[in-house]
């Protein structure tokens, strides 16, 4: 198996006839999934999407793929081909949309409705191709066979994209549910039949490469939600994905069942199920919806609340329920429903939420205590009979953390891929296809953009880190006026401090130290602001250290007077 390195250099130029793949987001983390392919000098983009913060990004609203790779090249870019309609596939495009407006979108109907009201907001008005499976369309230089499969949201496809220089098959997000909920299972049959043909390399969904077996189908929630309805006292709070539909389906049924009301929390929620429900995706018996506004009227035991934030997003409605800061509010009786799996890297916020709704006194049921979600991606046992059906040349784990694209990895050389042909990439690594073999062959940068209020891009790690240790440490500002004639301190040291010590006059034992440090420095020749500055840092940096064994940001202020 060949591994990315950090010494990778940059790639030499792609060769005639060859076909490169650059990953600029989704290998090495769950979420922000891209790929470009490149052949004859023409981009085919696969996914765009974002990722969410961690407790350790404050303030970020999202994270974007690294665009730097292809931002002078845009006009070389045949379409964007979405695979599904998640946030982590989706979530960006309106990003690259405003770099350039006319990039054909290419993807299911229910993943373009998704876009579409996405990009409204972005007030971008795109073109799109809607497709389906079977469907064969050149893009470009790009000849793509589009193909069903099945996930956690309906309309996901799989794409083969055929080139001179060989076959790529793109699992997109999937698993192998032989039971779905909507009857549209991962087509095999075509798998078979691009394995016939050949698939020189196969970019497969690693998610849940650690995972032994099979995942359970979804039709198996069905009666654990049902008999969680049945046995609430009071209202039913259920969270999920609002992209969710199928788990939305069988919350519907279930409320229908146990004779209850459904209200939609949250304007994700709202909007795309909405556009589910209208395309013919969602059922929705009459009568069944009601407004959040009318549920006041209702008695508890006949509301179900359908929500978003089930991975403990601070803004989400979940978490504002938790904390008591939504219209909507549970309490003894109350039973709320996580129906989602953890995404690594949430599990403190989501652990944060549970414990504030049973605080409140509700019930909470999940993943780790009932049947009430399973995974929308394929298990070890799947993917070894995807590797044994198409029997690829060459194969790249996508989609996943390291640890997942190394078990992934491990799967394919089980069934018989030999290891130099199974290519261990992360975000940024090139990986070029010439003459049927994949190899390595350098890295192009690849960071992350963290989009923060208004703006994209500018954030910087610098910056992260500043806030942080805002966060963590706390703040403490030093302000002197400095005679410029004699060097005499004509007013302060004053120092004022937040998250530091309760009170101020914890630093009135180092104004003497502070005072006599500034004249000794203008008495031995500094004149400068800055140098003034540094010497108000070092020492209530070391008075801090040493009396209060914090580390806070600290800010001088020095005024020549």
Excluded: W
């Amino acid at each position: 198996m060949s591994h990315p390195h950090p010494d990778l250099t940059l790639p030499p130029p792609l060769p005639d006839g060859g076909l490169r793949v650059v990953p600029l987001g989704g290998l090495g983390e769950v979420g922000r999934n891209m790929a470009v392919l490149e052949y004859g000098g023409r981009l085919l983009v696969i996914d765009c999407g974002v990722l969410f913060p961690e407790d350790n990004q404050p303030g970020v609203d999202l994270i974007l793929p690294d665009f730097d790779y292809i931002r002078d090249r845009l006009d070389d870019i045949d379409a964007i081909v979405l695979t599904h309609g998640h946030e982590d596939h989706i979530g960006a495009v309106p990003y690259l949309l405003r770099l350039r407006r006319d990039i054909p979108l290419v993807g299911s109907q229910l993943t373009l409705a998704f876009v579409e009201a996405k990009l409204k907001e972005h007030r971008i008005t795109p073109l799109t191709l809607a497709v389906r499976e079977g469907q064969v369309e050149k893009l470009g230089a790009f000849e793509c066979e589009f193909v069903a499969v099945n996930h956690s949201i309906p309309d996901a496809l799989a794409v083969a994209v055929r080139t001179p220089a060989g076959t790529v098959l793109h699992t997109g997000d999937f698993k192998m549910d032989q039971l779905p909920l909507d009857g549209r299972i991962t087509d095999l049959r075509a798998f078979a039949r691009l394995g016939e043909q050949g698939v020189d390399l196969f970019m497969v969904d690693s998610t849940n490469a650690e995972v032994p077996g099979f995942v359970t189908p979804e039709r198996e929630i069905g009666p654990v939600l049902d008999q969680v309805f049945a046995e609430s006292t009071g209202r039913v709070v259920v969270a999920s994905f609002a992209s969710h539909v199928h788990r939305v389906q069988q919350v519907i049924d279930a409320a229908v069942a146990n004779e209850r009301k459904v209200a939609l929390v949250g304007r994700s929620m709202v909007r795309n199920m909405g556009i589910a429900a209208e395309l013919g995706y969602l059922r929705v018996p009459d009568g069944v919806l009601v407004d959040q506004k009318q549920i006041e009227k209702l008695a508890d035991d006949r509301v179900v609340l359908m929500c978003t934030g089930s991975q403990g997003e601070p803004m989400a409605a979940l978490s504002r329920i938790a904390n008591g800061d939504h219209k909507v509010s549970v309490g003894p009786g109350d039973t709320v429903v996580l129906a989602s799996s953890l995404i690594p890297g949430n599990e403190n916020a989501v652990f944060r939420v549970i414990n504030g709704l049973m605080r409140l006194g509700a019930r909470v049921v999940h993943s780790g205590n009932a049947k009430v979600h399973v995974s929308g991606h394929a298990s070890a046992g799947e993917l070894l009979y995807c590797y044994n059906i198409l029997r690829p040349r060459n194969v790249m784990p996508v989609h996943g953390e390291v640890r997942h694209l190394i078990a992934n990895a491990a799967l394919a050389v089980r069934t018989g891929v030999p290891a130099d042909r199974v290519v261990l990439a992360e975000d940024g690594v090139v990986v070029d296809l010439v003459d049927g073999r994949a190899s390595v062959v350098g890295a192009v940068p690849c960071g992350y953009v963290y989009v923060d209020g208004s703006s994209v891009g500018e954030l910087t790690e610098a910056e992260l880190k500043d806030r942080r240790i805002l966060g963590d440490e706390g703040f403490v500002s030093i302000f002197a006026v400095v005679s410029s004639a004699d060097g005499k301190v004509l007013a302060g040291p004053q120092i004022h401090a937040r998250g530091v010590a309760e009170q101020d006059d914890v630093f009135d034992g180092v104004l003497p130290d502070l005072t006599a440090a500034l004249e000794e420095a203008v008495r031995g020749g500094a004149t400068d602001k800055q140098q003034l500055q540094q010497v108000m840092r070092r020492v209530v940096g070391r008075f801090v250290s040493n009396k209060l064994r914090r580390r806070p940001m600290i800010i001088p202020v020095v005024v020549e007077a």
